[in-house]
């Protein structure tokens, strides 16, 4: 079955520091790889999206790569802050019988101190 | 503002009662979608919809119903049936999936037996 894979043990780092999340996958050939930030108690807001045909994509702070052959993408943010504290979930697309929806990963819980 | 409204924020059910939670979009989403989140698990799949006036089931569908009479609304039915049902409740929205396949996410309905 597919299967989708993220950090279980919580991320901590200073601020000012690159923090890397990994997010793997098995039986899976997705068209697209999405993040998303959760914060407690509210619903995921949509990050950044990459396509298999990219291997790397960036917006501000934030840099997400794309591995087809290691299945496996990195999802980086640089120059950390602690209101970059929250988890991420990576996201993989899923085509159903009558349209579309997304698998997530249980995410990465994310602390950034001061 | 464009955005997803779920209401309530907090829920109780007592055993054997059915709730409704309500989702509205203004987005002008076609697609949309119920998720639910238990602690230290993914989002997993309920039920979603293309279109208006059509809906499918997803991977934990048993014990819950929808509907999806206007394009804006999507509400989500937790039967008696439904055992377990205390959970965090996320509607989401997307537009199409081939130009813009992230998912909007409303700020999600916390249910808890009592």
């Known amino acids: 079955s597919q299967k989708i894979e993220q950090n279980s043990e919580a991320l901590n780092i200073q601020e000012g520091k690159t923090a890397t999340l990994t997010c793997n996958y098995t039986?899976?050939?997705?068209?697209?790889l999405q993040w998303y930030r959760q914060d407690p108690g509210r619903g995921p807001v949509f990050l950044l999206l990459i396509r298999e045909n990219e291997k790397e994509k960036r917006k501000e702070r934030l840099k997400v790569t794309f591995d087809t052959t290691l299945k496996q993408s990195l999802f980086h943010i640089t120059a950390s802050q602690p209101a970059d504290s929250a988890t991420y979930l990576c996201?993989?697309?899923?085509?159903?019988?009558?349209?579309?929806?997304?698998?997530f990963g249980k995410g990465t819980s994310l602390l950034v101190t001061p | 503002d464009g955005g997803i409204t779920q209401s309530p924020k907090y829920l109780f059910r007592k055993e054997g009662q059915n709730v409704t939670l309500s989702c509205e979009q203004n987005?002008?989403?076609?697609?949309m979608y119920w998720y639910r989140q238990d602690p230290g698990q993914g989002l997993r799949l309920i039920y979603y919809s293309q279109i208006v006036n059509d809906f499918q089931k997803g991977d934990i569908a048993e014990g819950y119903s929808v509907s999806r009479e206007k394009k804006e609304s999507f509400p989500l039915t937790v039967t008696s049936a439904q055992k377990n049902p205390t959970a965090f409740y996320l509607c989401?929205?997307?537009?199409?999936?081939?130009?813009?396949?992230?998912?909007?996410f409303g700020s999600g309905t916390r249910l808890t037996v009592v």
């Open positions: 039986n899976y050939s997705p068209a697209y």
């Open positions: 989401a929205s997307s537009s199409n999936p081939g130009l813009q396949p992230g998912h909007t």
């Open positions: 987005l002008n989403h076609d697609a």
């Open positions: 996201a993989l697309d899923r085509f159903l019988d009558s349209g579309y929806a997304l698998n």
